[in-house]
């Protein structure tokens, strides 16, 4: 791997005991299909672990938002997890963890900045998942999920009375997507007003979502003005769903019949 694995280790929390997993999660296809082409010994990639993390994300997401939210309805529930599991909220996740530093990536994928773009990142995360529980089981893997990609979605926890920052480095994207899942119309924005001189301006941006959501923002450009009027109805359309009464969650994994008693 280009970086240390022990460093990558001790930012997953996770010690593999079978490091060919974390070497296979963090190796995409195009060396893969690089080494094949020049006669080296076959190396396997990280798309089937892909497909088991995906698995294993919902699963985990899932279960942990049934049993902390127990009055919300289906609906409230399956917004919360589109949320969490959302391409935009997975790529922080990994730019987070500097997943790219430790990518496995051919010639042609390295030469075109495969180390940054976001569907190889989040590729990669959630192959990490897979590897997790492969090698450790399912209670690993919950710990990982549940730091890593469930702590930083909630954007206040009332029992500490914090603001957690999210992991969200998209909120146009993250925006548009909760929308969507909301059944909502898709976000519009507007340039409001421009003010000051032609070298030095800040714009102010405005975005709709429907007839009910709306927020605005100021910045110098606006690309960043959009992100953060984005954010404001982000982070509100999220917190109207958690200010339903909740109950705390039981600790992963489930108990058995036995401990139920």
Known sequence: MRAESALLELKLKHR???????????THSSLACETRSGGAAAVSDNEQLEFLGDAVLGLVVSDVLFRRFPLYKEGELSTLKASMVSAAHLHGVA???????????GRG???SGGRTKKTLLVDALEAIIAAIY????????????????????????????????????NFKEALRDLAKVRKLPEPRYSTIREQGPEHSKTFTIEVRVGKEW?????????????QRAARGVYERLVAETLEAPVEQASNW?????????
Do not use: S, W
């Open 95 to 105: 730019r987070r963890l500097e997943l790219g530093d430790y990518l496995e990536l």
């Open 134 to 169: 492969l090698d450790g089981g399912l209670e690993p893997a919950c710990g990982f999920i549940v730091e890593h990609v469930m702590d930083g979605q909630m954007v206040f926890d009332r029992e500490a009375g914090t603001d957690i920052q999210p992991a969200v480095t």
């Open 109 to 111: 994928e390295e030469m």
């Open 253 to 261: 994994p489930p108990m058995n019949a036995d401990e139920h008693g």
């Open 214 to 226: 709306c927020g605005q923002a100021d910045a110098r450009t606006k690309k960043i003005a959009a």
């Open 16 to 26: 593999f005991t079978n490091q060919e997993l974390l070497r296979r999660a963090l």
